[in-house]
Each structure stands twice: as structure tokens, then as C-alpha cells.
Nanobody
């Protein structure tokens, strides 16, 4: 069982930046960030695959950057040019799949989430 602990959420104004971190208790091949706004389904934001390649959801491309430090078993999400629509609970996820999709079922380990609030 892999434990995931997120940190770095908070409240910022439109155009601001935040950096989320996710500390994992063990290495997994791929990791990702998901988010869930009130009344909406949880959606995939970004994935980093075992080979270092990445995938982003359309609305965050060019603004968010996912990265990982394998030596520290830590995942990051740098979020720039934040918008009110980015307001959500952000979840770290991990999987032993080499190329998971954004489907929640592709990820078998989840963190508790960290809140991001962007005000206009």
C-alpha cells in the first residue's frame, strides 16, 4: 500500500501561482494530479509517466507543470496564471501502470487532497 500526502494548497488571486507537493511512501511507475470542484466530477489534470513524459488536460496546458523527484518519491504541480475555474480540491494519485489514462480506475492509490481557491 502506497501512502500519499499532499501539501501546498491555499488561497490566491487570479494570476497567482501555487506549487503543490505530494510525498509518496514508495515509488510507483506513474503519478498524476486530479481535481474536483464542488458539484463536479473528479477530473484528471496532469500525469507524469514512468519515462518522464507528461500529459495535461486541455485547460491547464501552458500554465501547469507536473514533475517528480524519484530520489525523494515526491510529485509536484507548479500552477501559474491561476484562474477562478481552477478552484478545487486537488488530489495526488499513483499507479503501477506504465501509461495510465485520466480514468480514475487507472490509479489505485490516492491522497486526501489539498484545497486550492482562486479569487477574482
Amino acid at each position: 500500500q502506497v501512502q500519499l500526502i499532499e501539501s501546498g494548497g491555499g488561497s490566491v488571486q487570479t494570476g497567482g501561482s501555487l506549487r503543490l507537493s505530494c510525498a509518496a511512501s514508495a515509488y510507483t511507475d506513474s503519478m498524476g494530479w486530479f481535481r474536483q470542484a464542488p458539484g463536479k466530477e473528479r477530473e484528471g489534470v496532469a500525469i507524469i509517466y514512468y519515462d518522464g513524459s507528461t500529459r495535461y488536460e486541455g485547460s491547464v496546458k501552458g500554465r501547469f507543470t507536473i514533475s517528480r523527484d524519484n530520489a525523494k518519491n515526491t510529485l509536484y504541480l507548479q500552477m501559474n496564471s491561476l484562474k477562478p475555474d481552477d478552484t478545487a480540491m486537488y488530489y495526488c494519485a499513483a499507479t503501477d501502470r506504465l501509461y495510465p489514462s485520466f480514468a480514475r480506475a487507472d490509479f489505485n492509490y490516492w491522497g486526501q487532497g489539498t484545497q486550492v481557491t482562486v479569487s477574482s
